[in-house]
């Protein structure tokens, strides 16, 4: 169980690192998954792929 902690840990601070960032969606972590939740219009239409994370 231990690793599969470490990996919702891993999604938690992706999720963190979008939300930090002016982006027009939101994030949580639902589980193992990552929910993308459109804060005006959809996603697909607002969201920008530009991106300069680094792991």
Do not use: C, Q
């Not at 690793?3 to 002016?22: C, P, Q, S, V, Y």
């Amino acid at each position: 169980m231990a690793i599969m902690t470490g990996f919702r840990e891993k999604l938690r601070i992706i999720a963190e690192l979008i939300n930090n960032n002016e982006t027009r969606v939101r994030v949580e972590v639902w589980g193992y998954r990552l929910a993308l939740i459109a804060l005006d219009g959809t996603i697909f239409s607002r969201w920008e792929s530009t991106s300069n994370y680094t792991f």
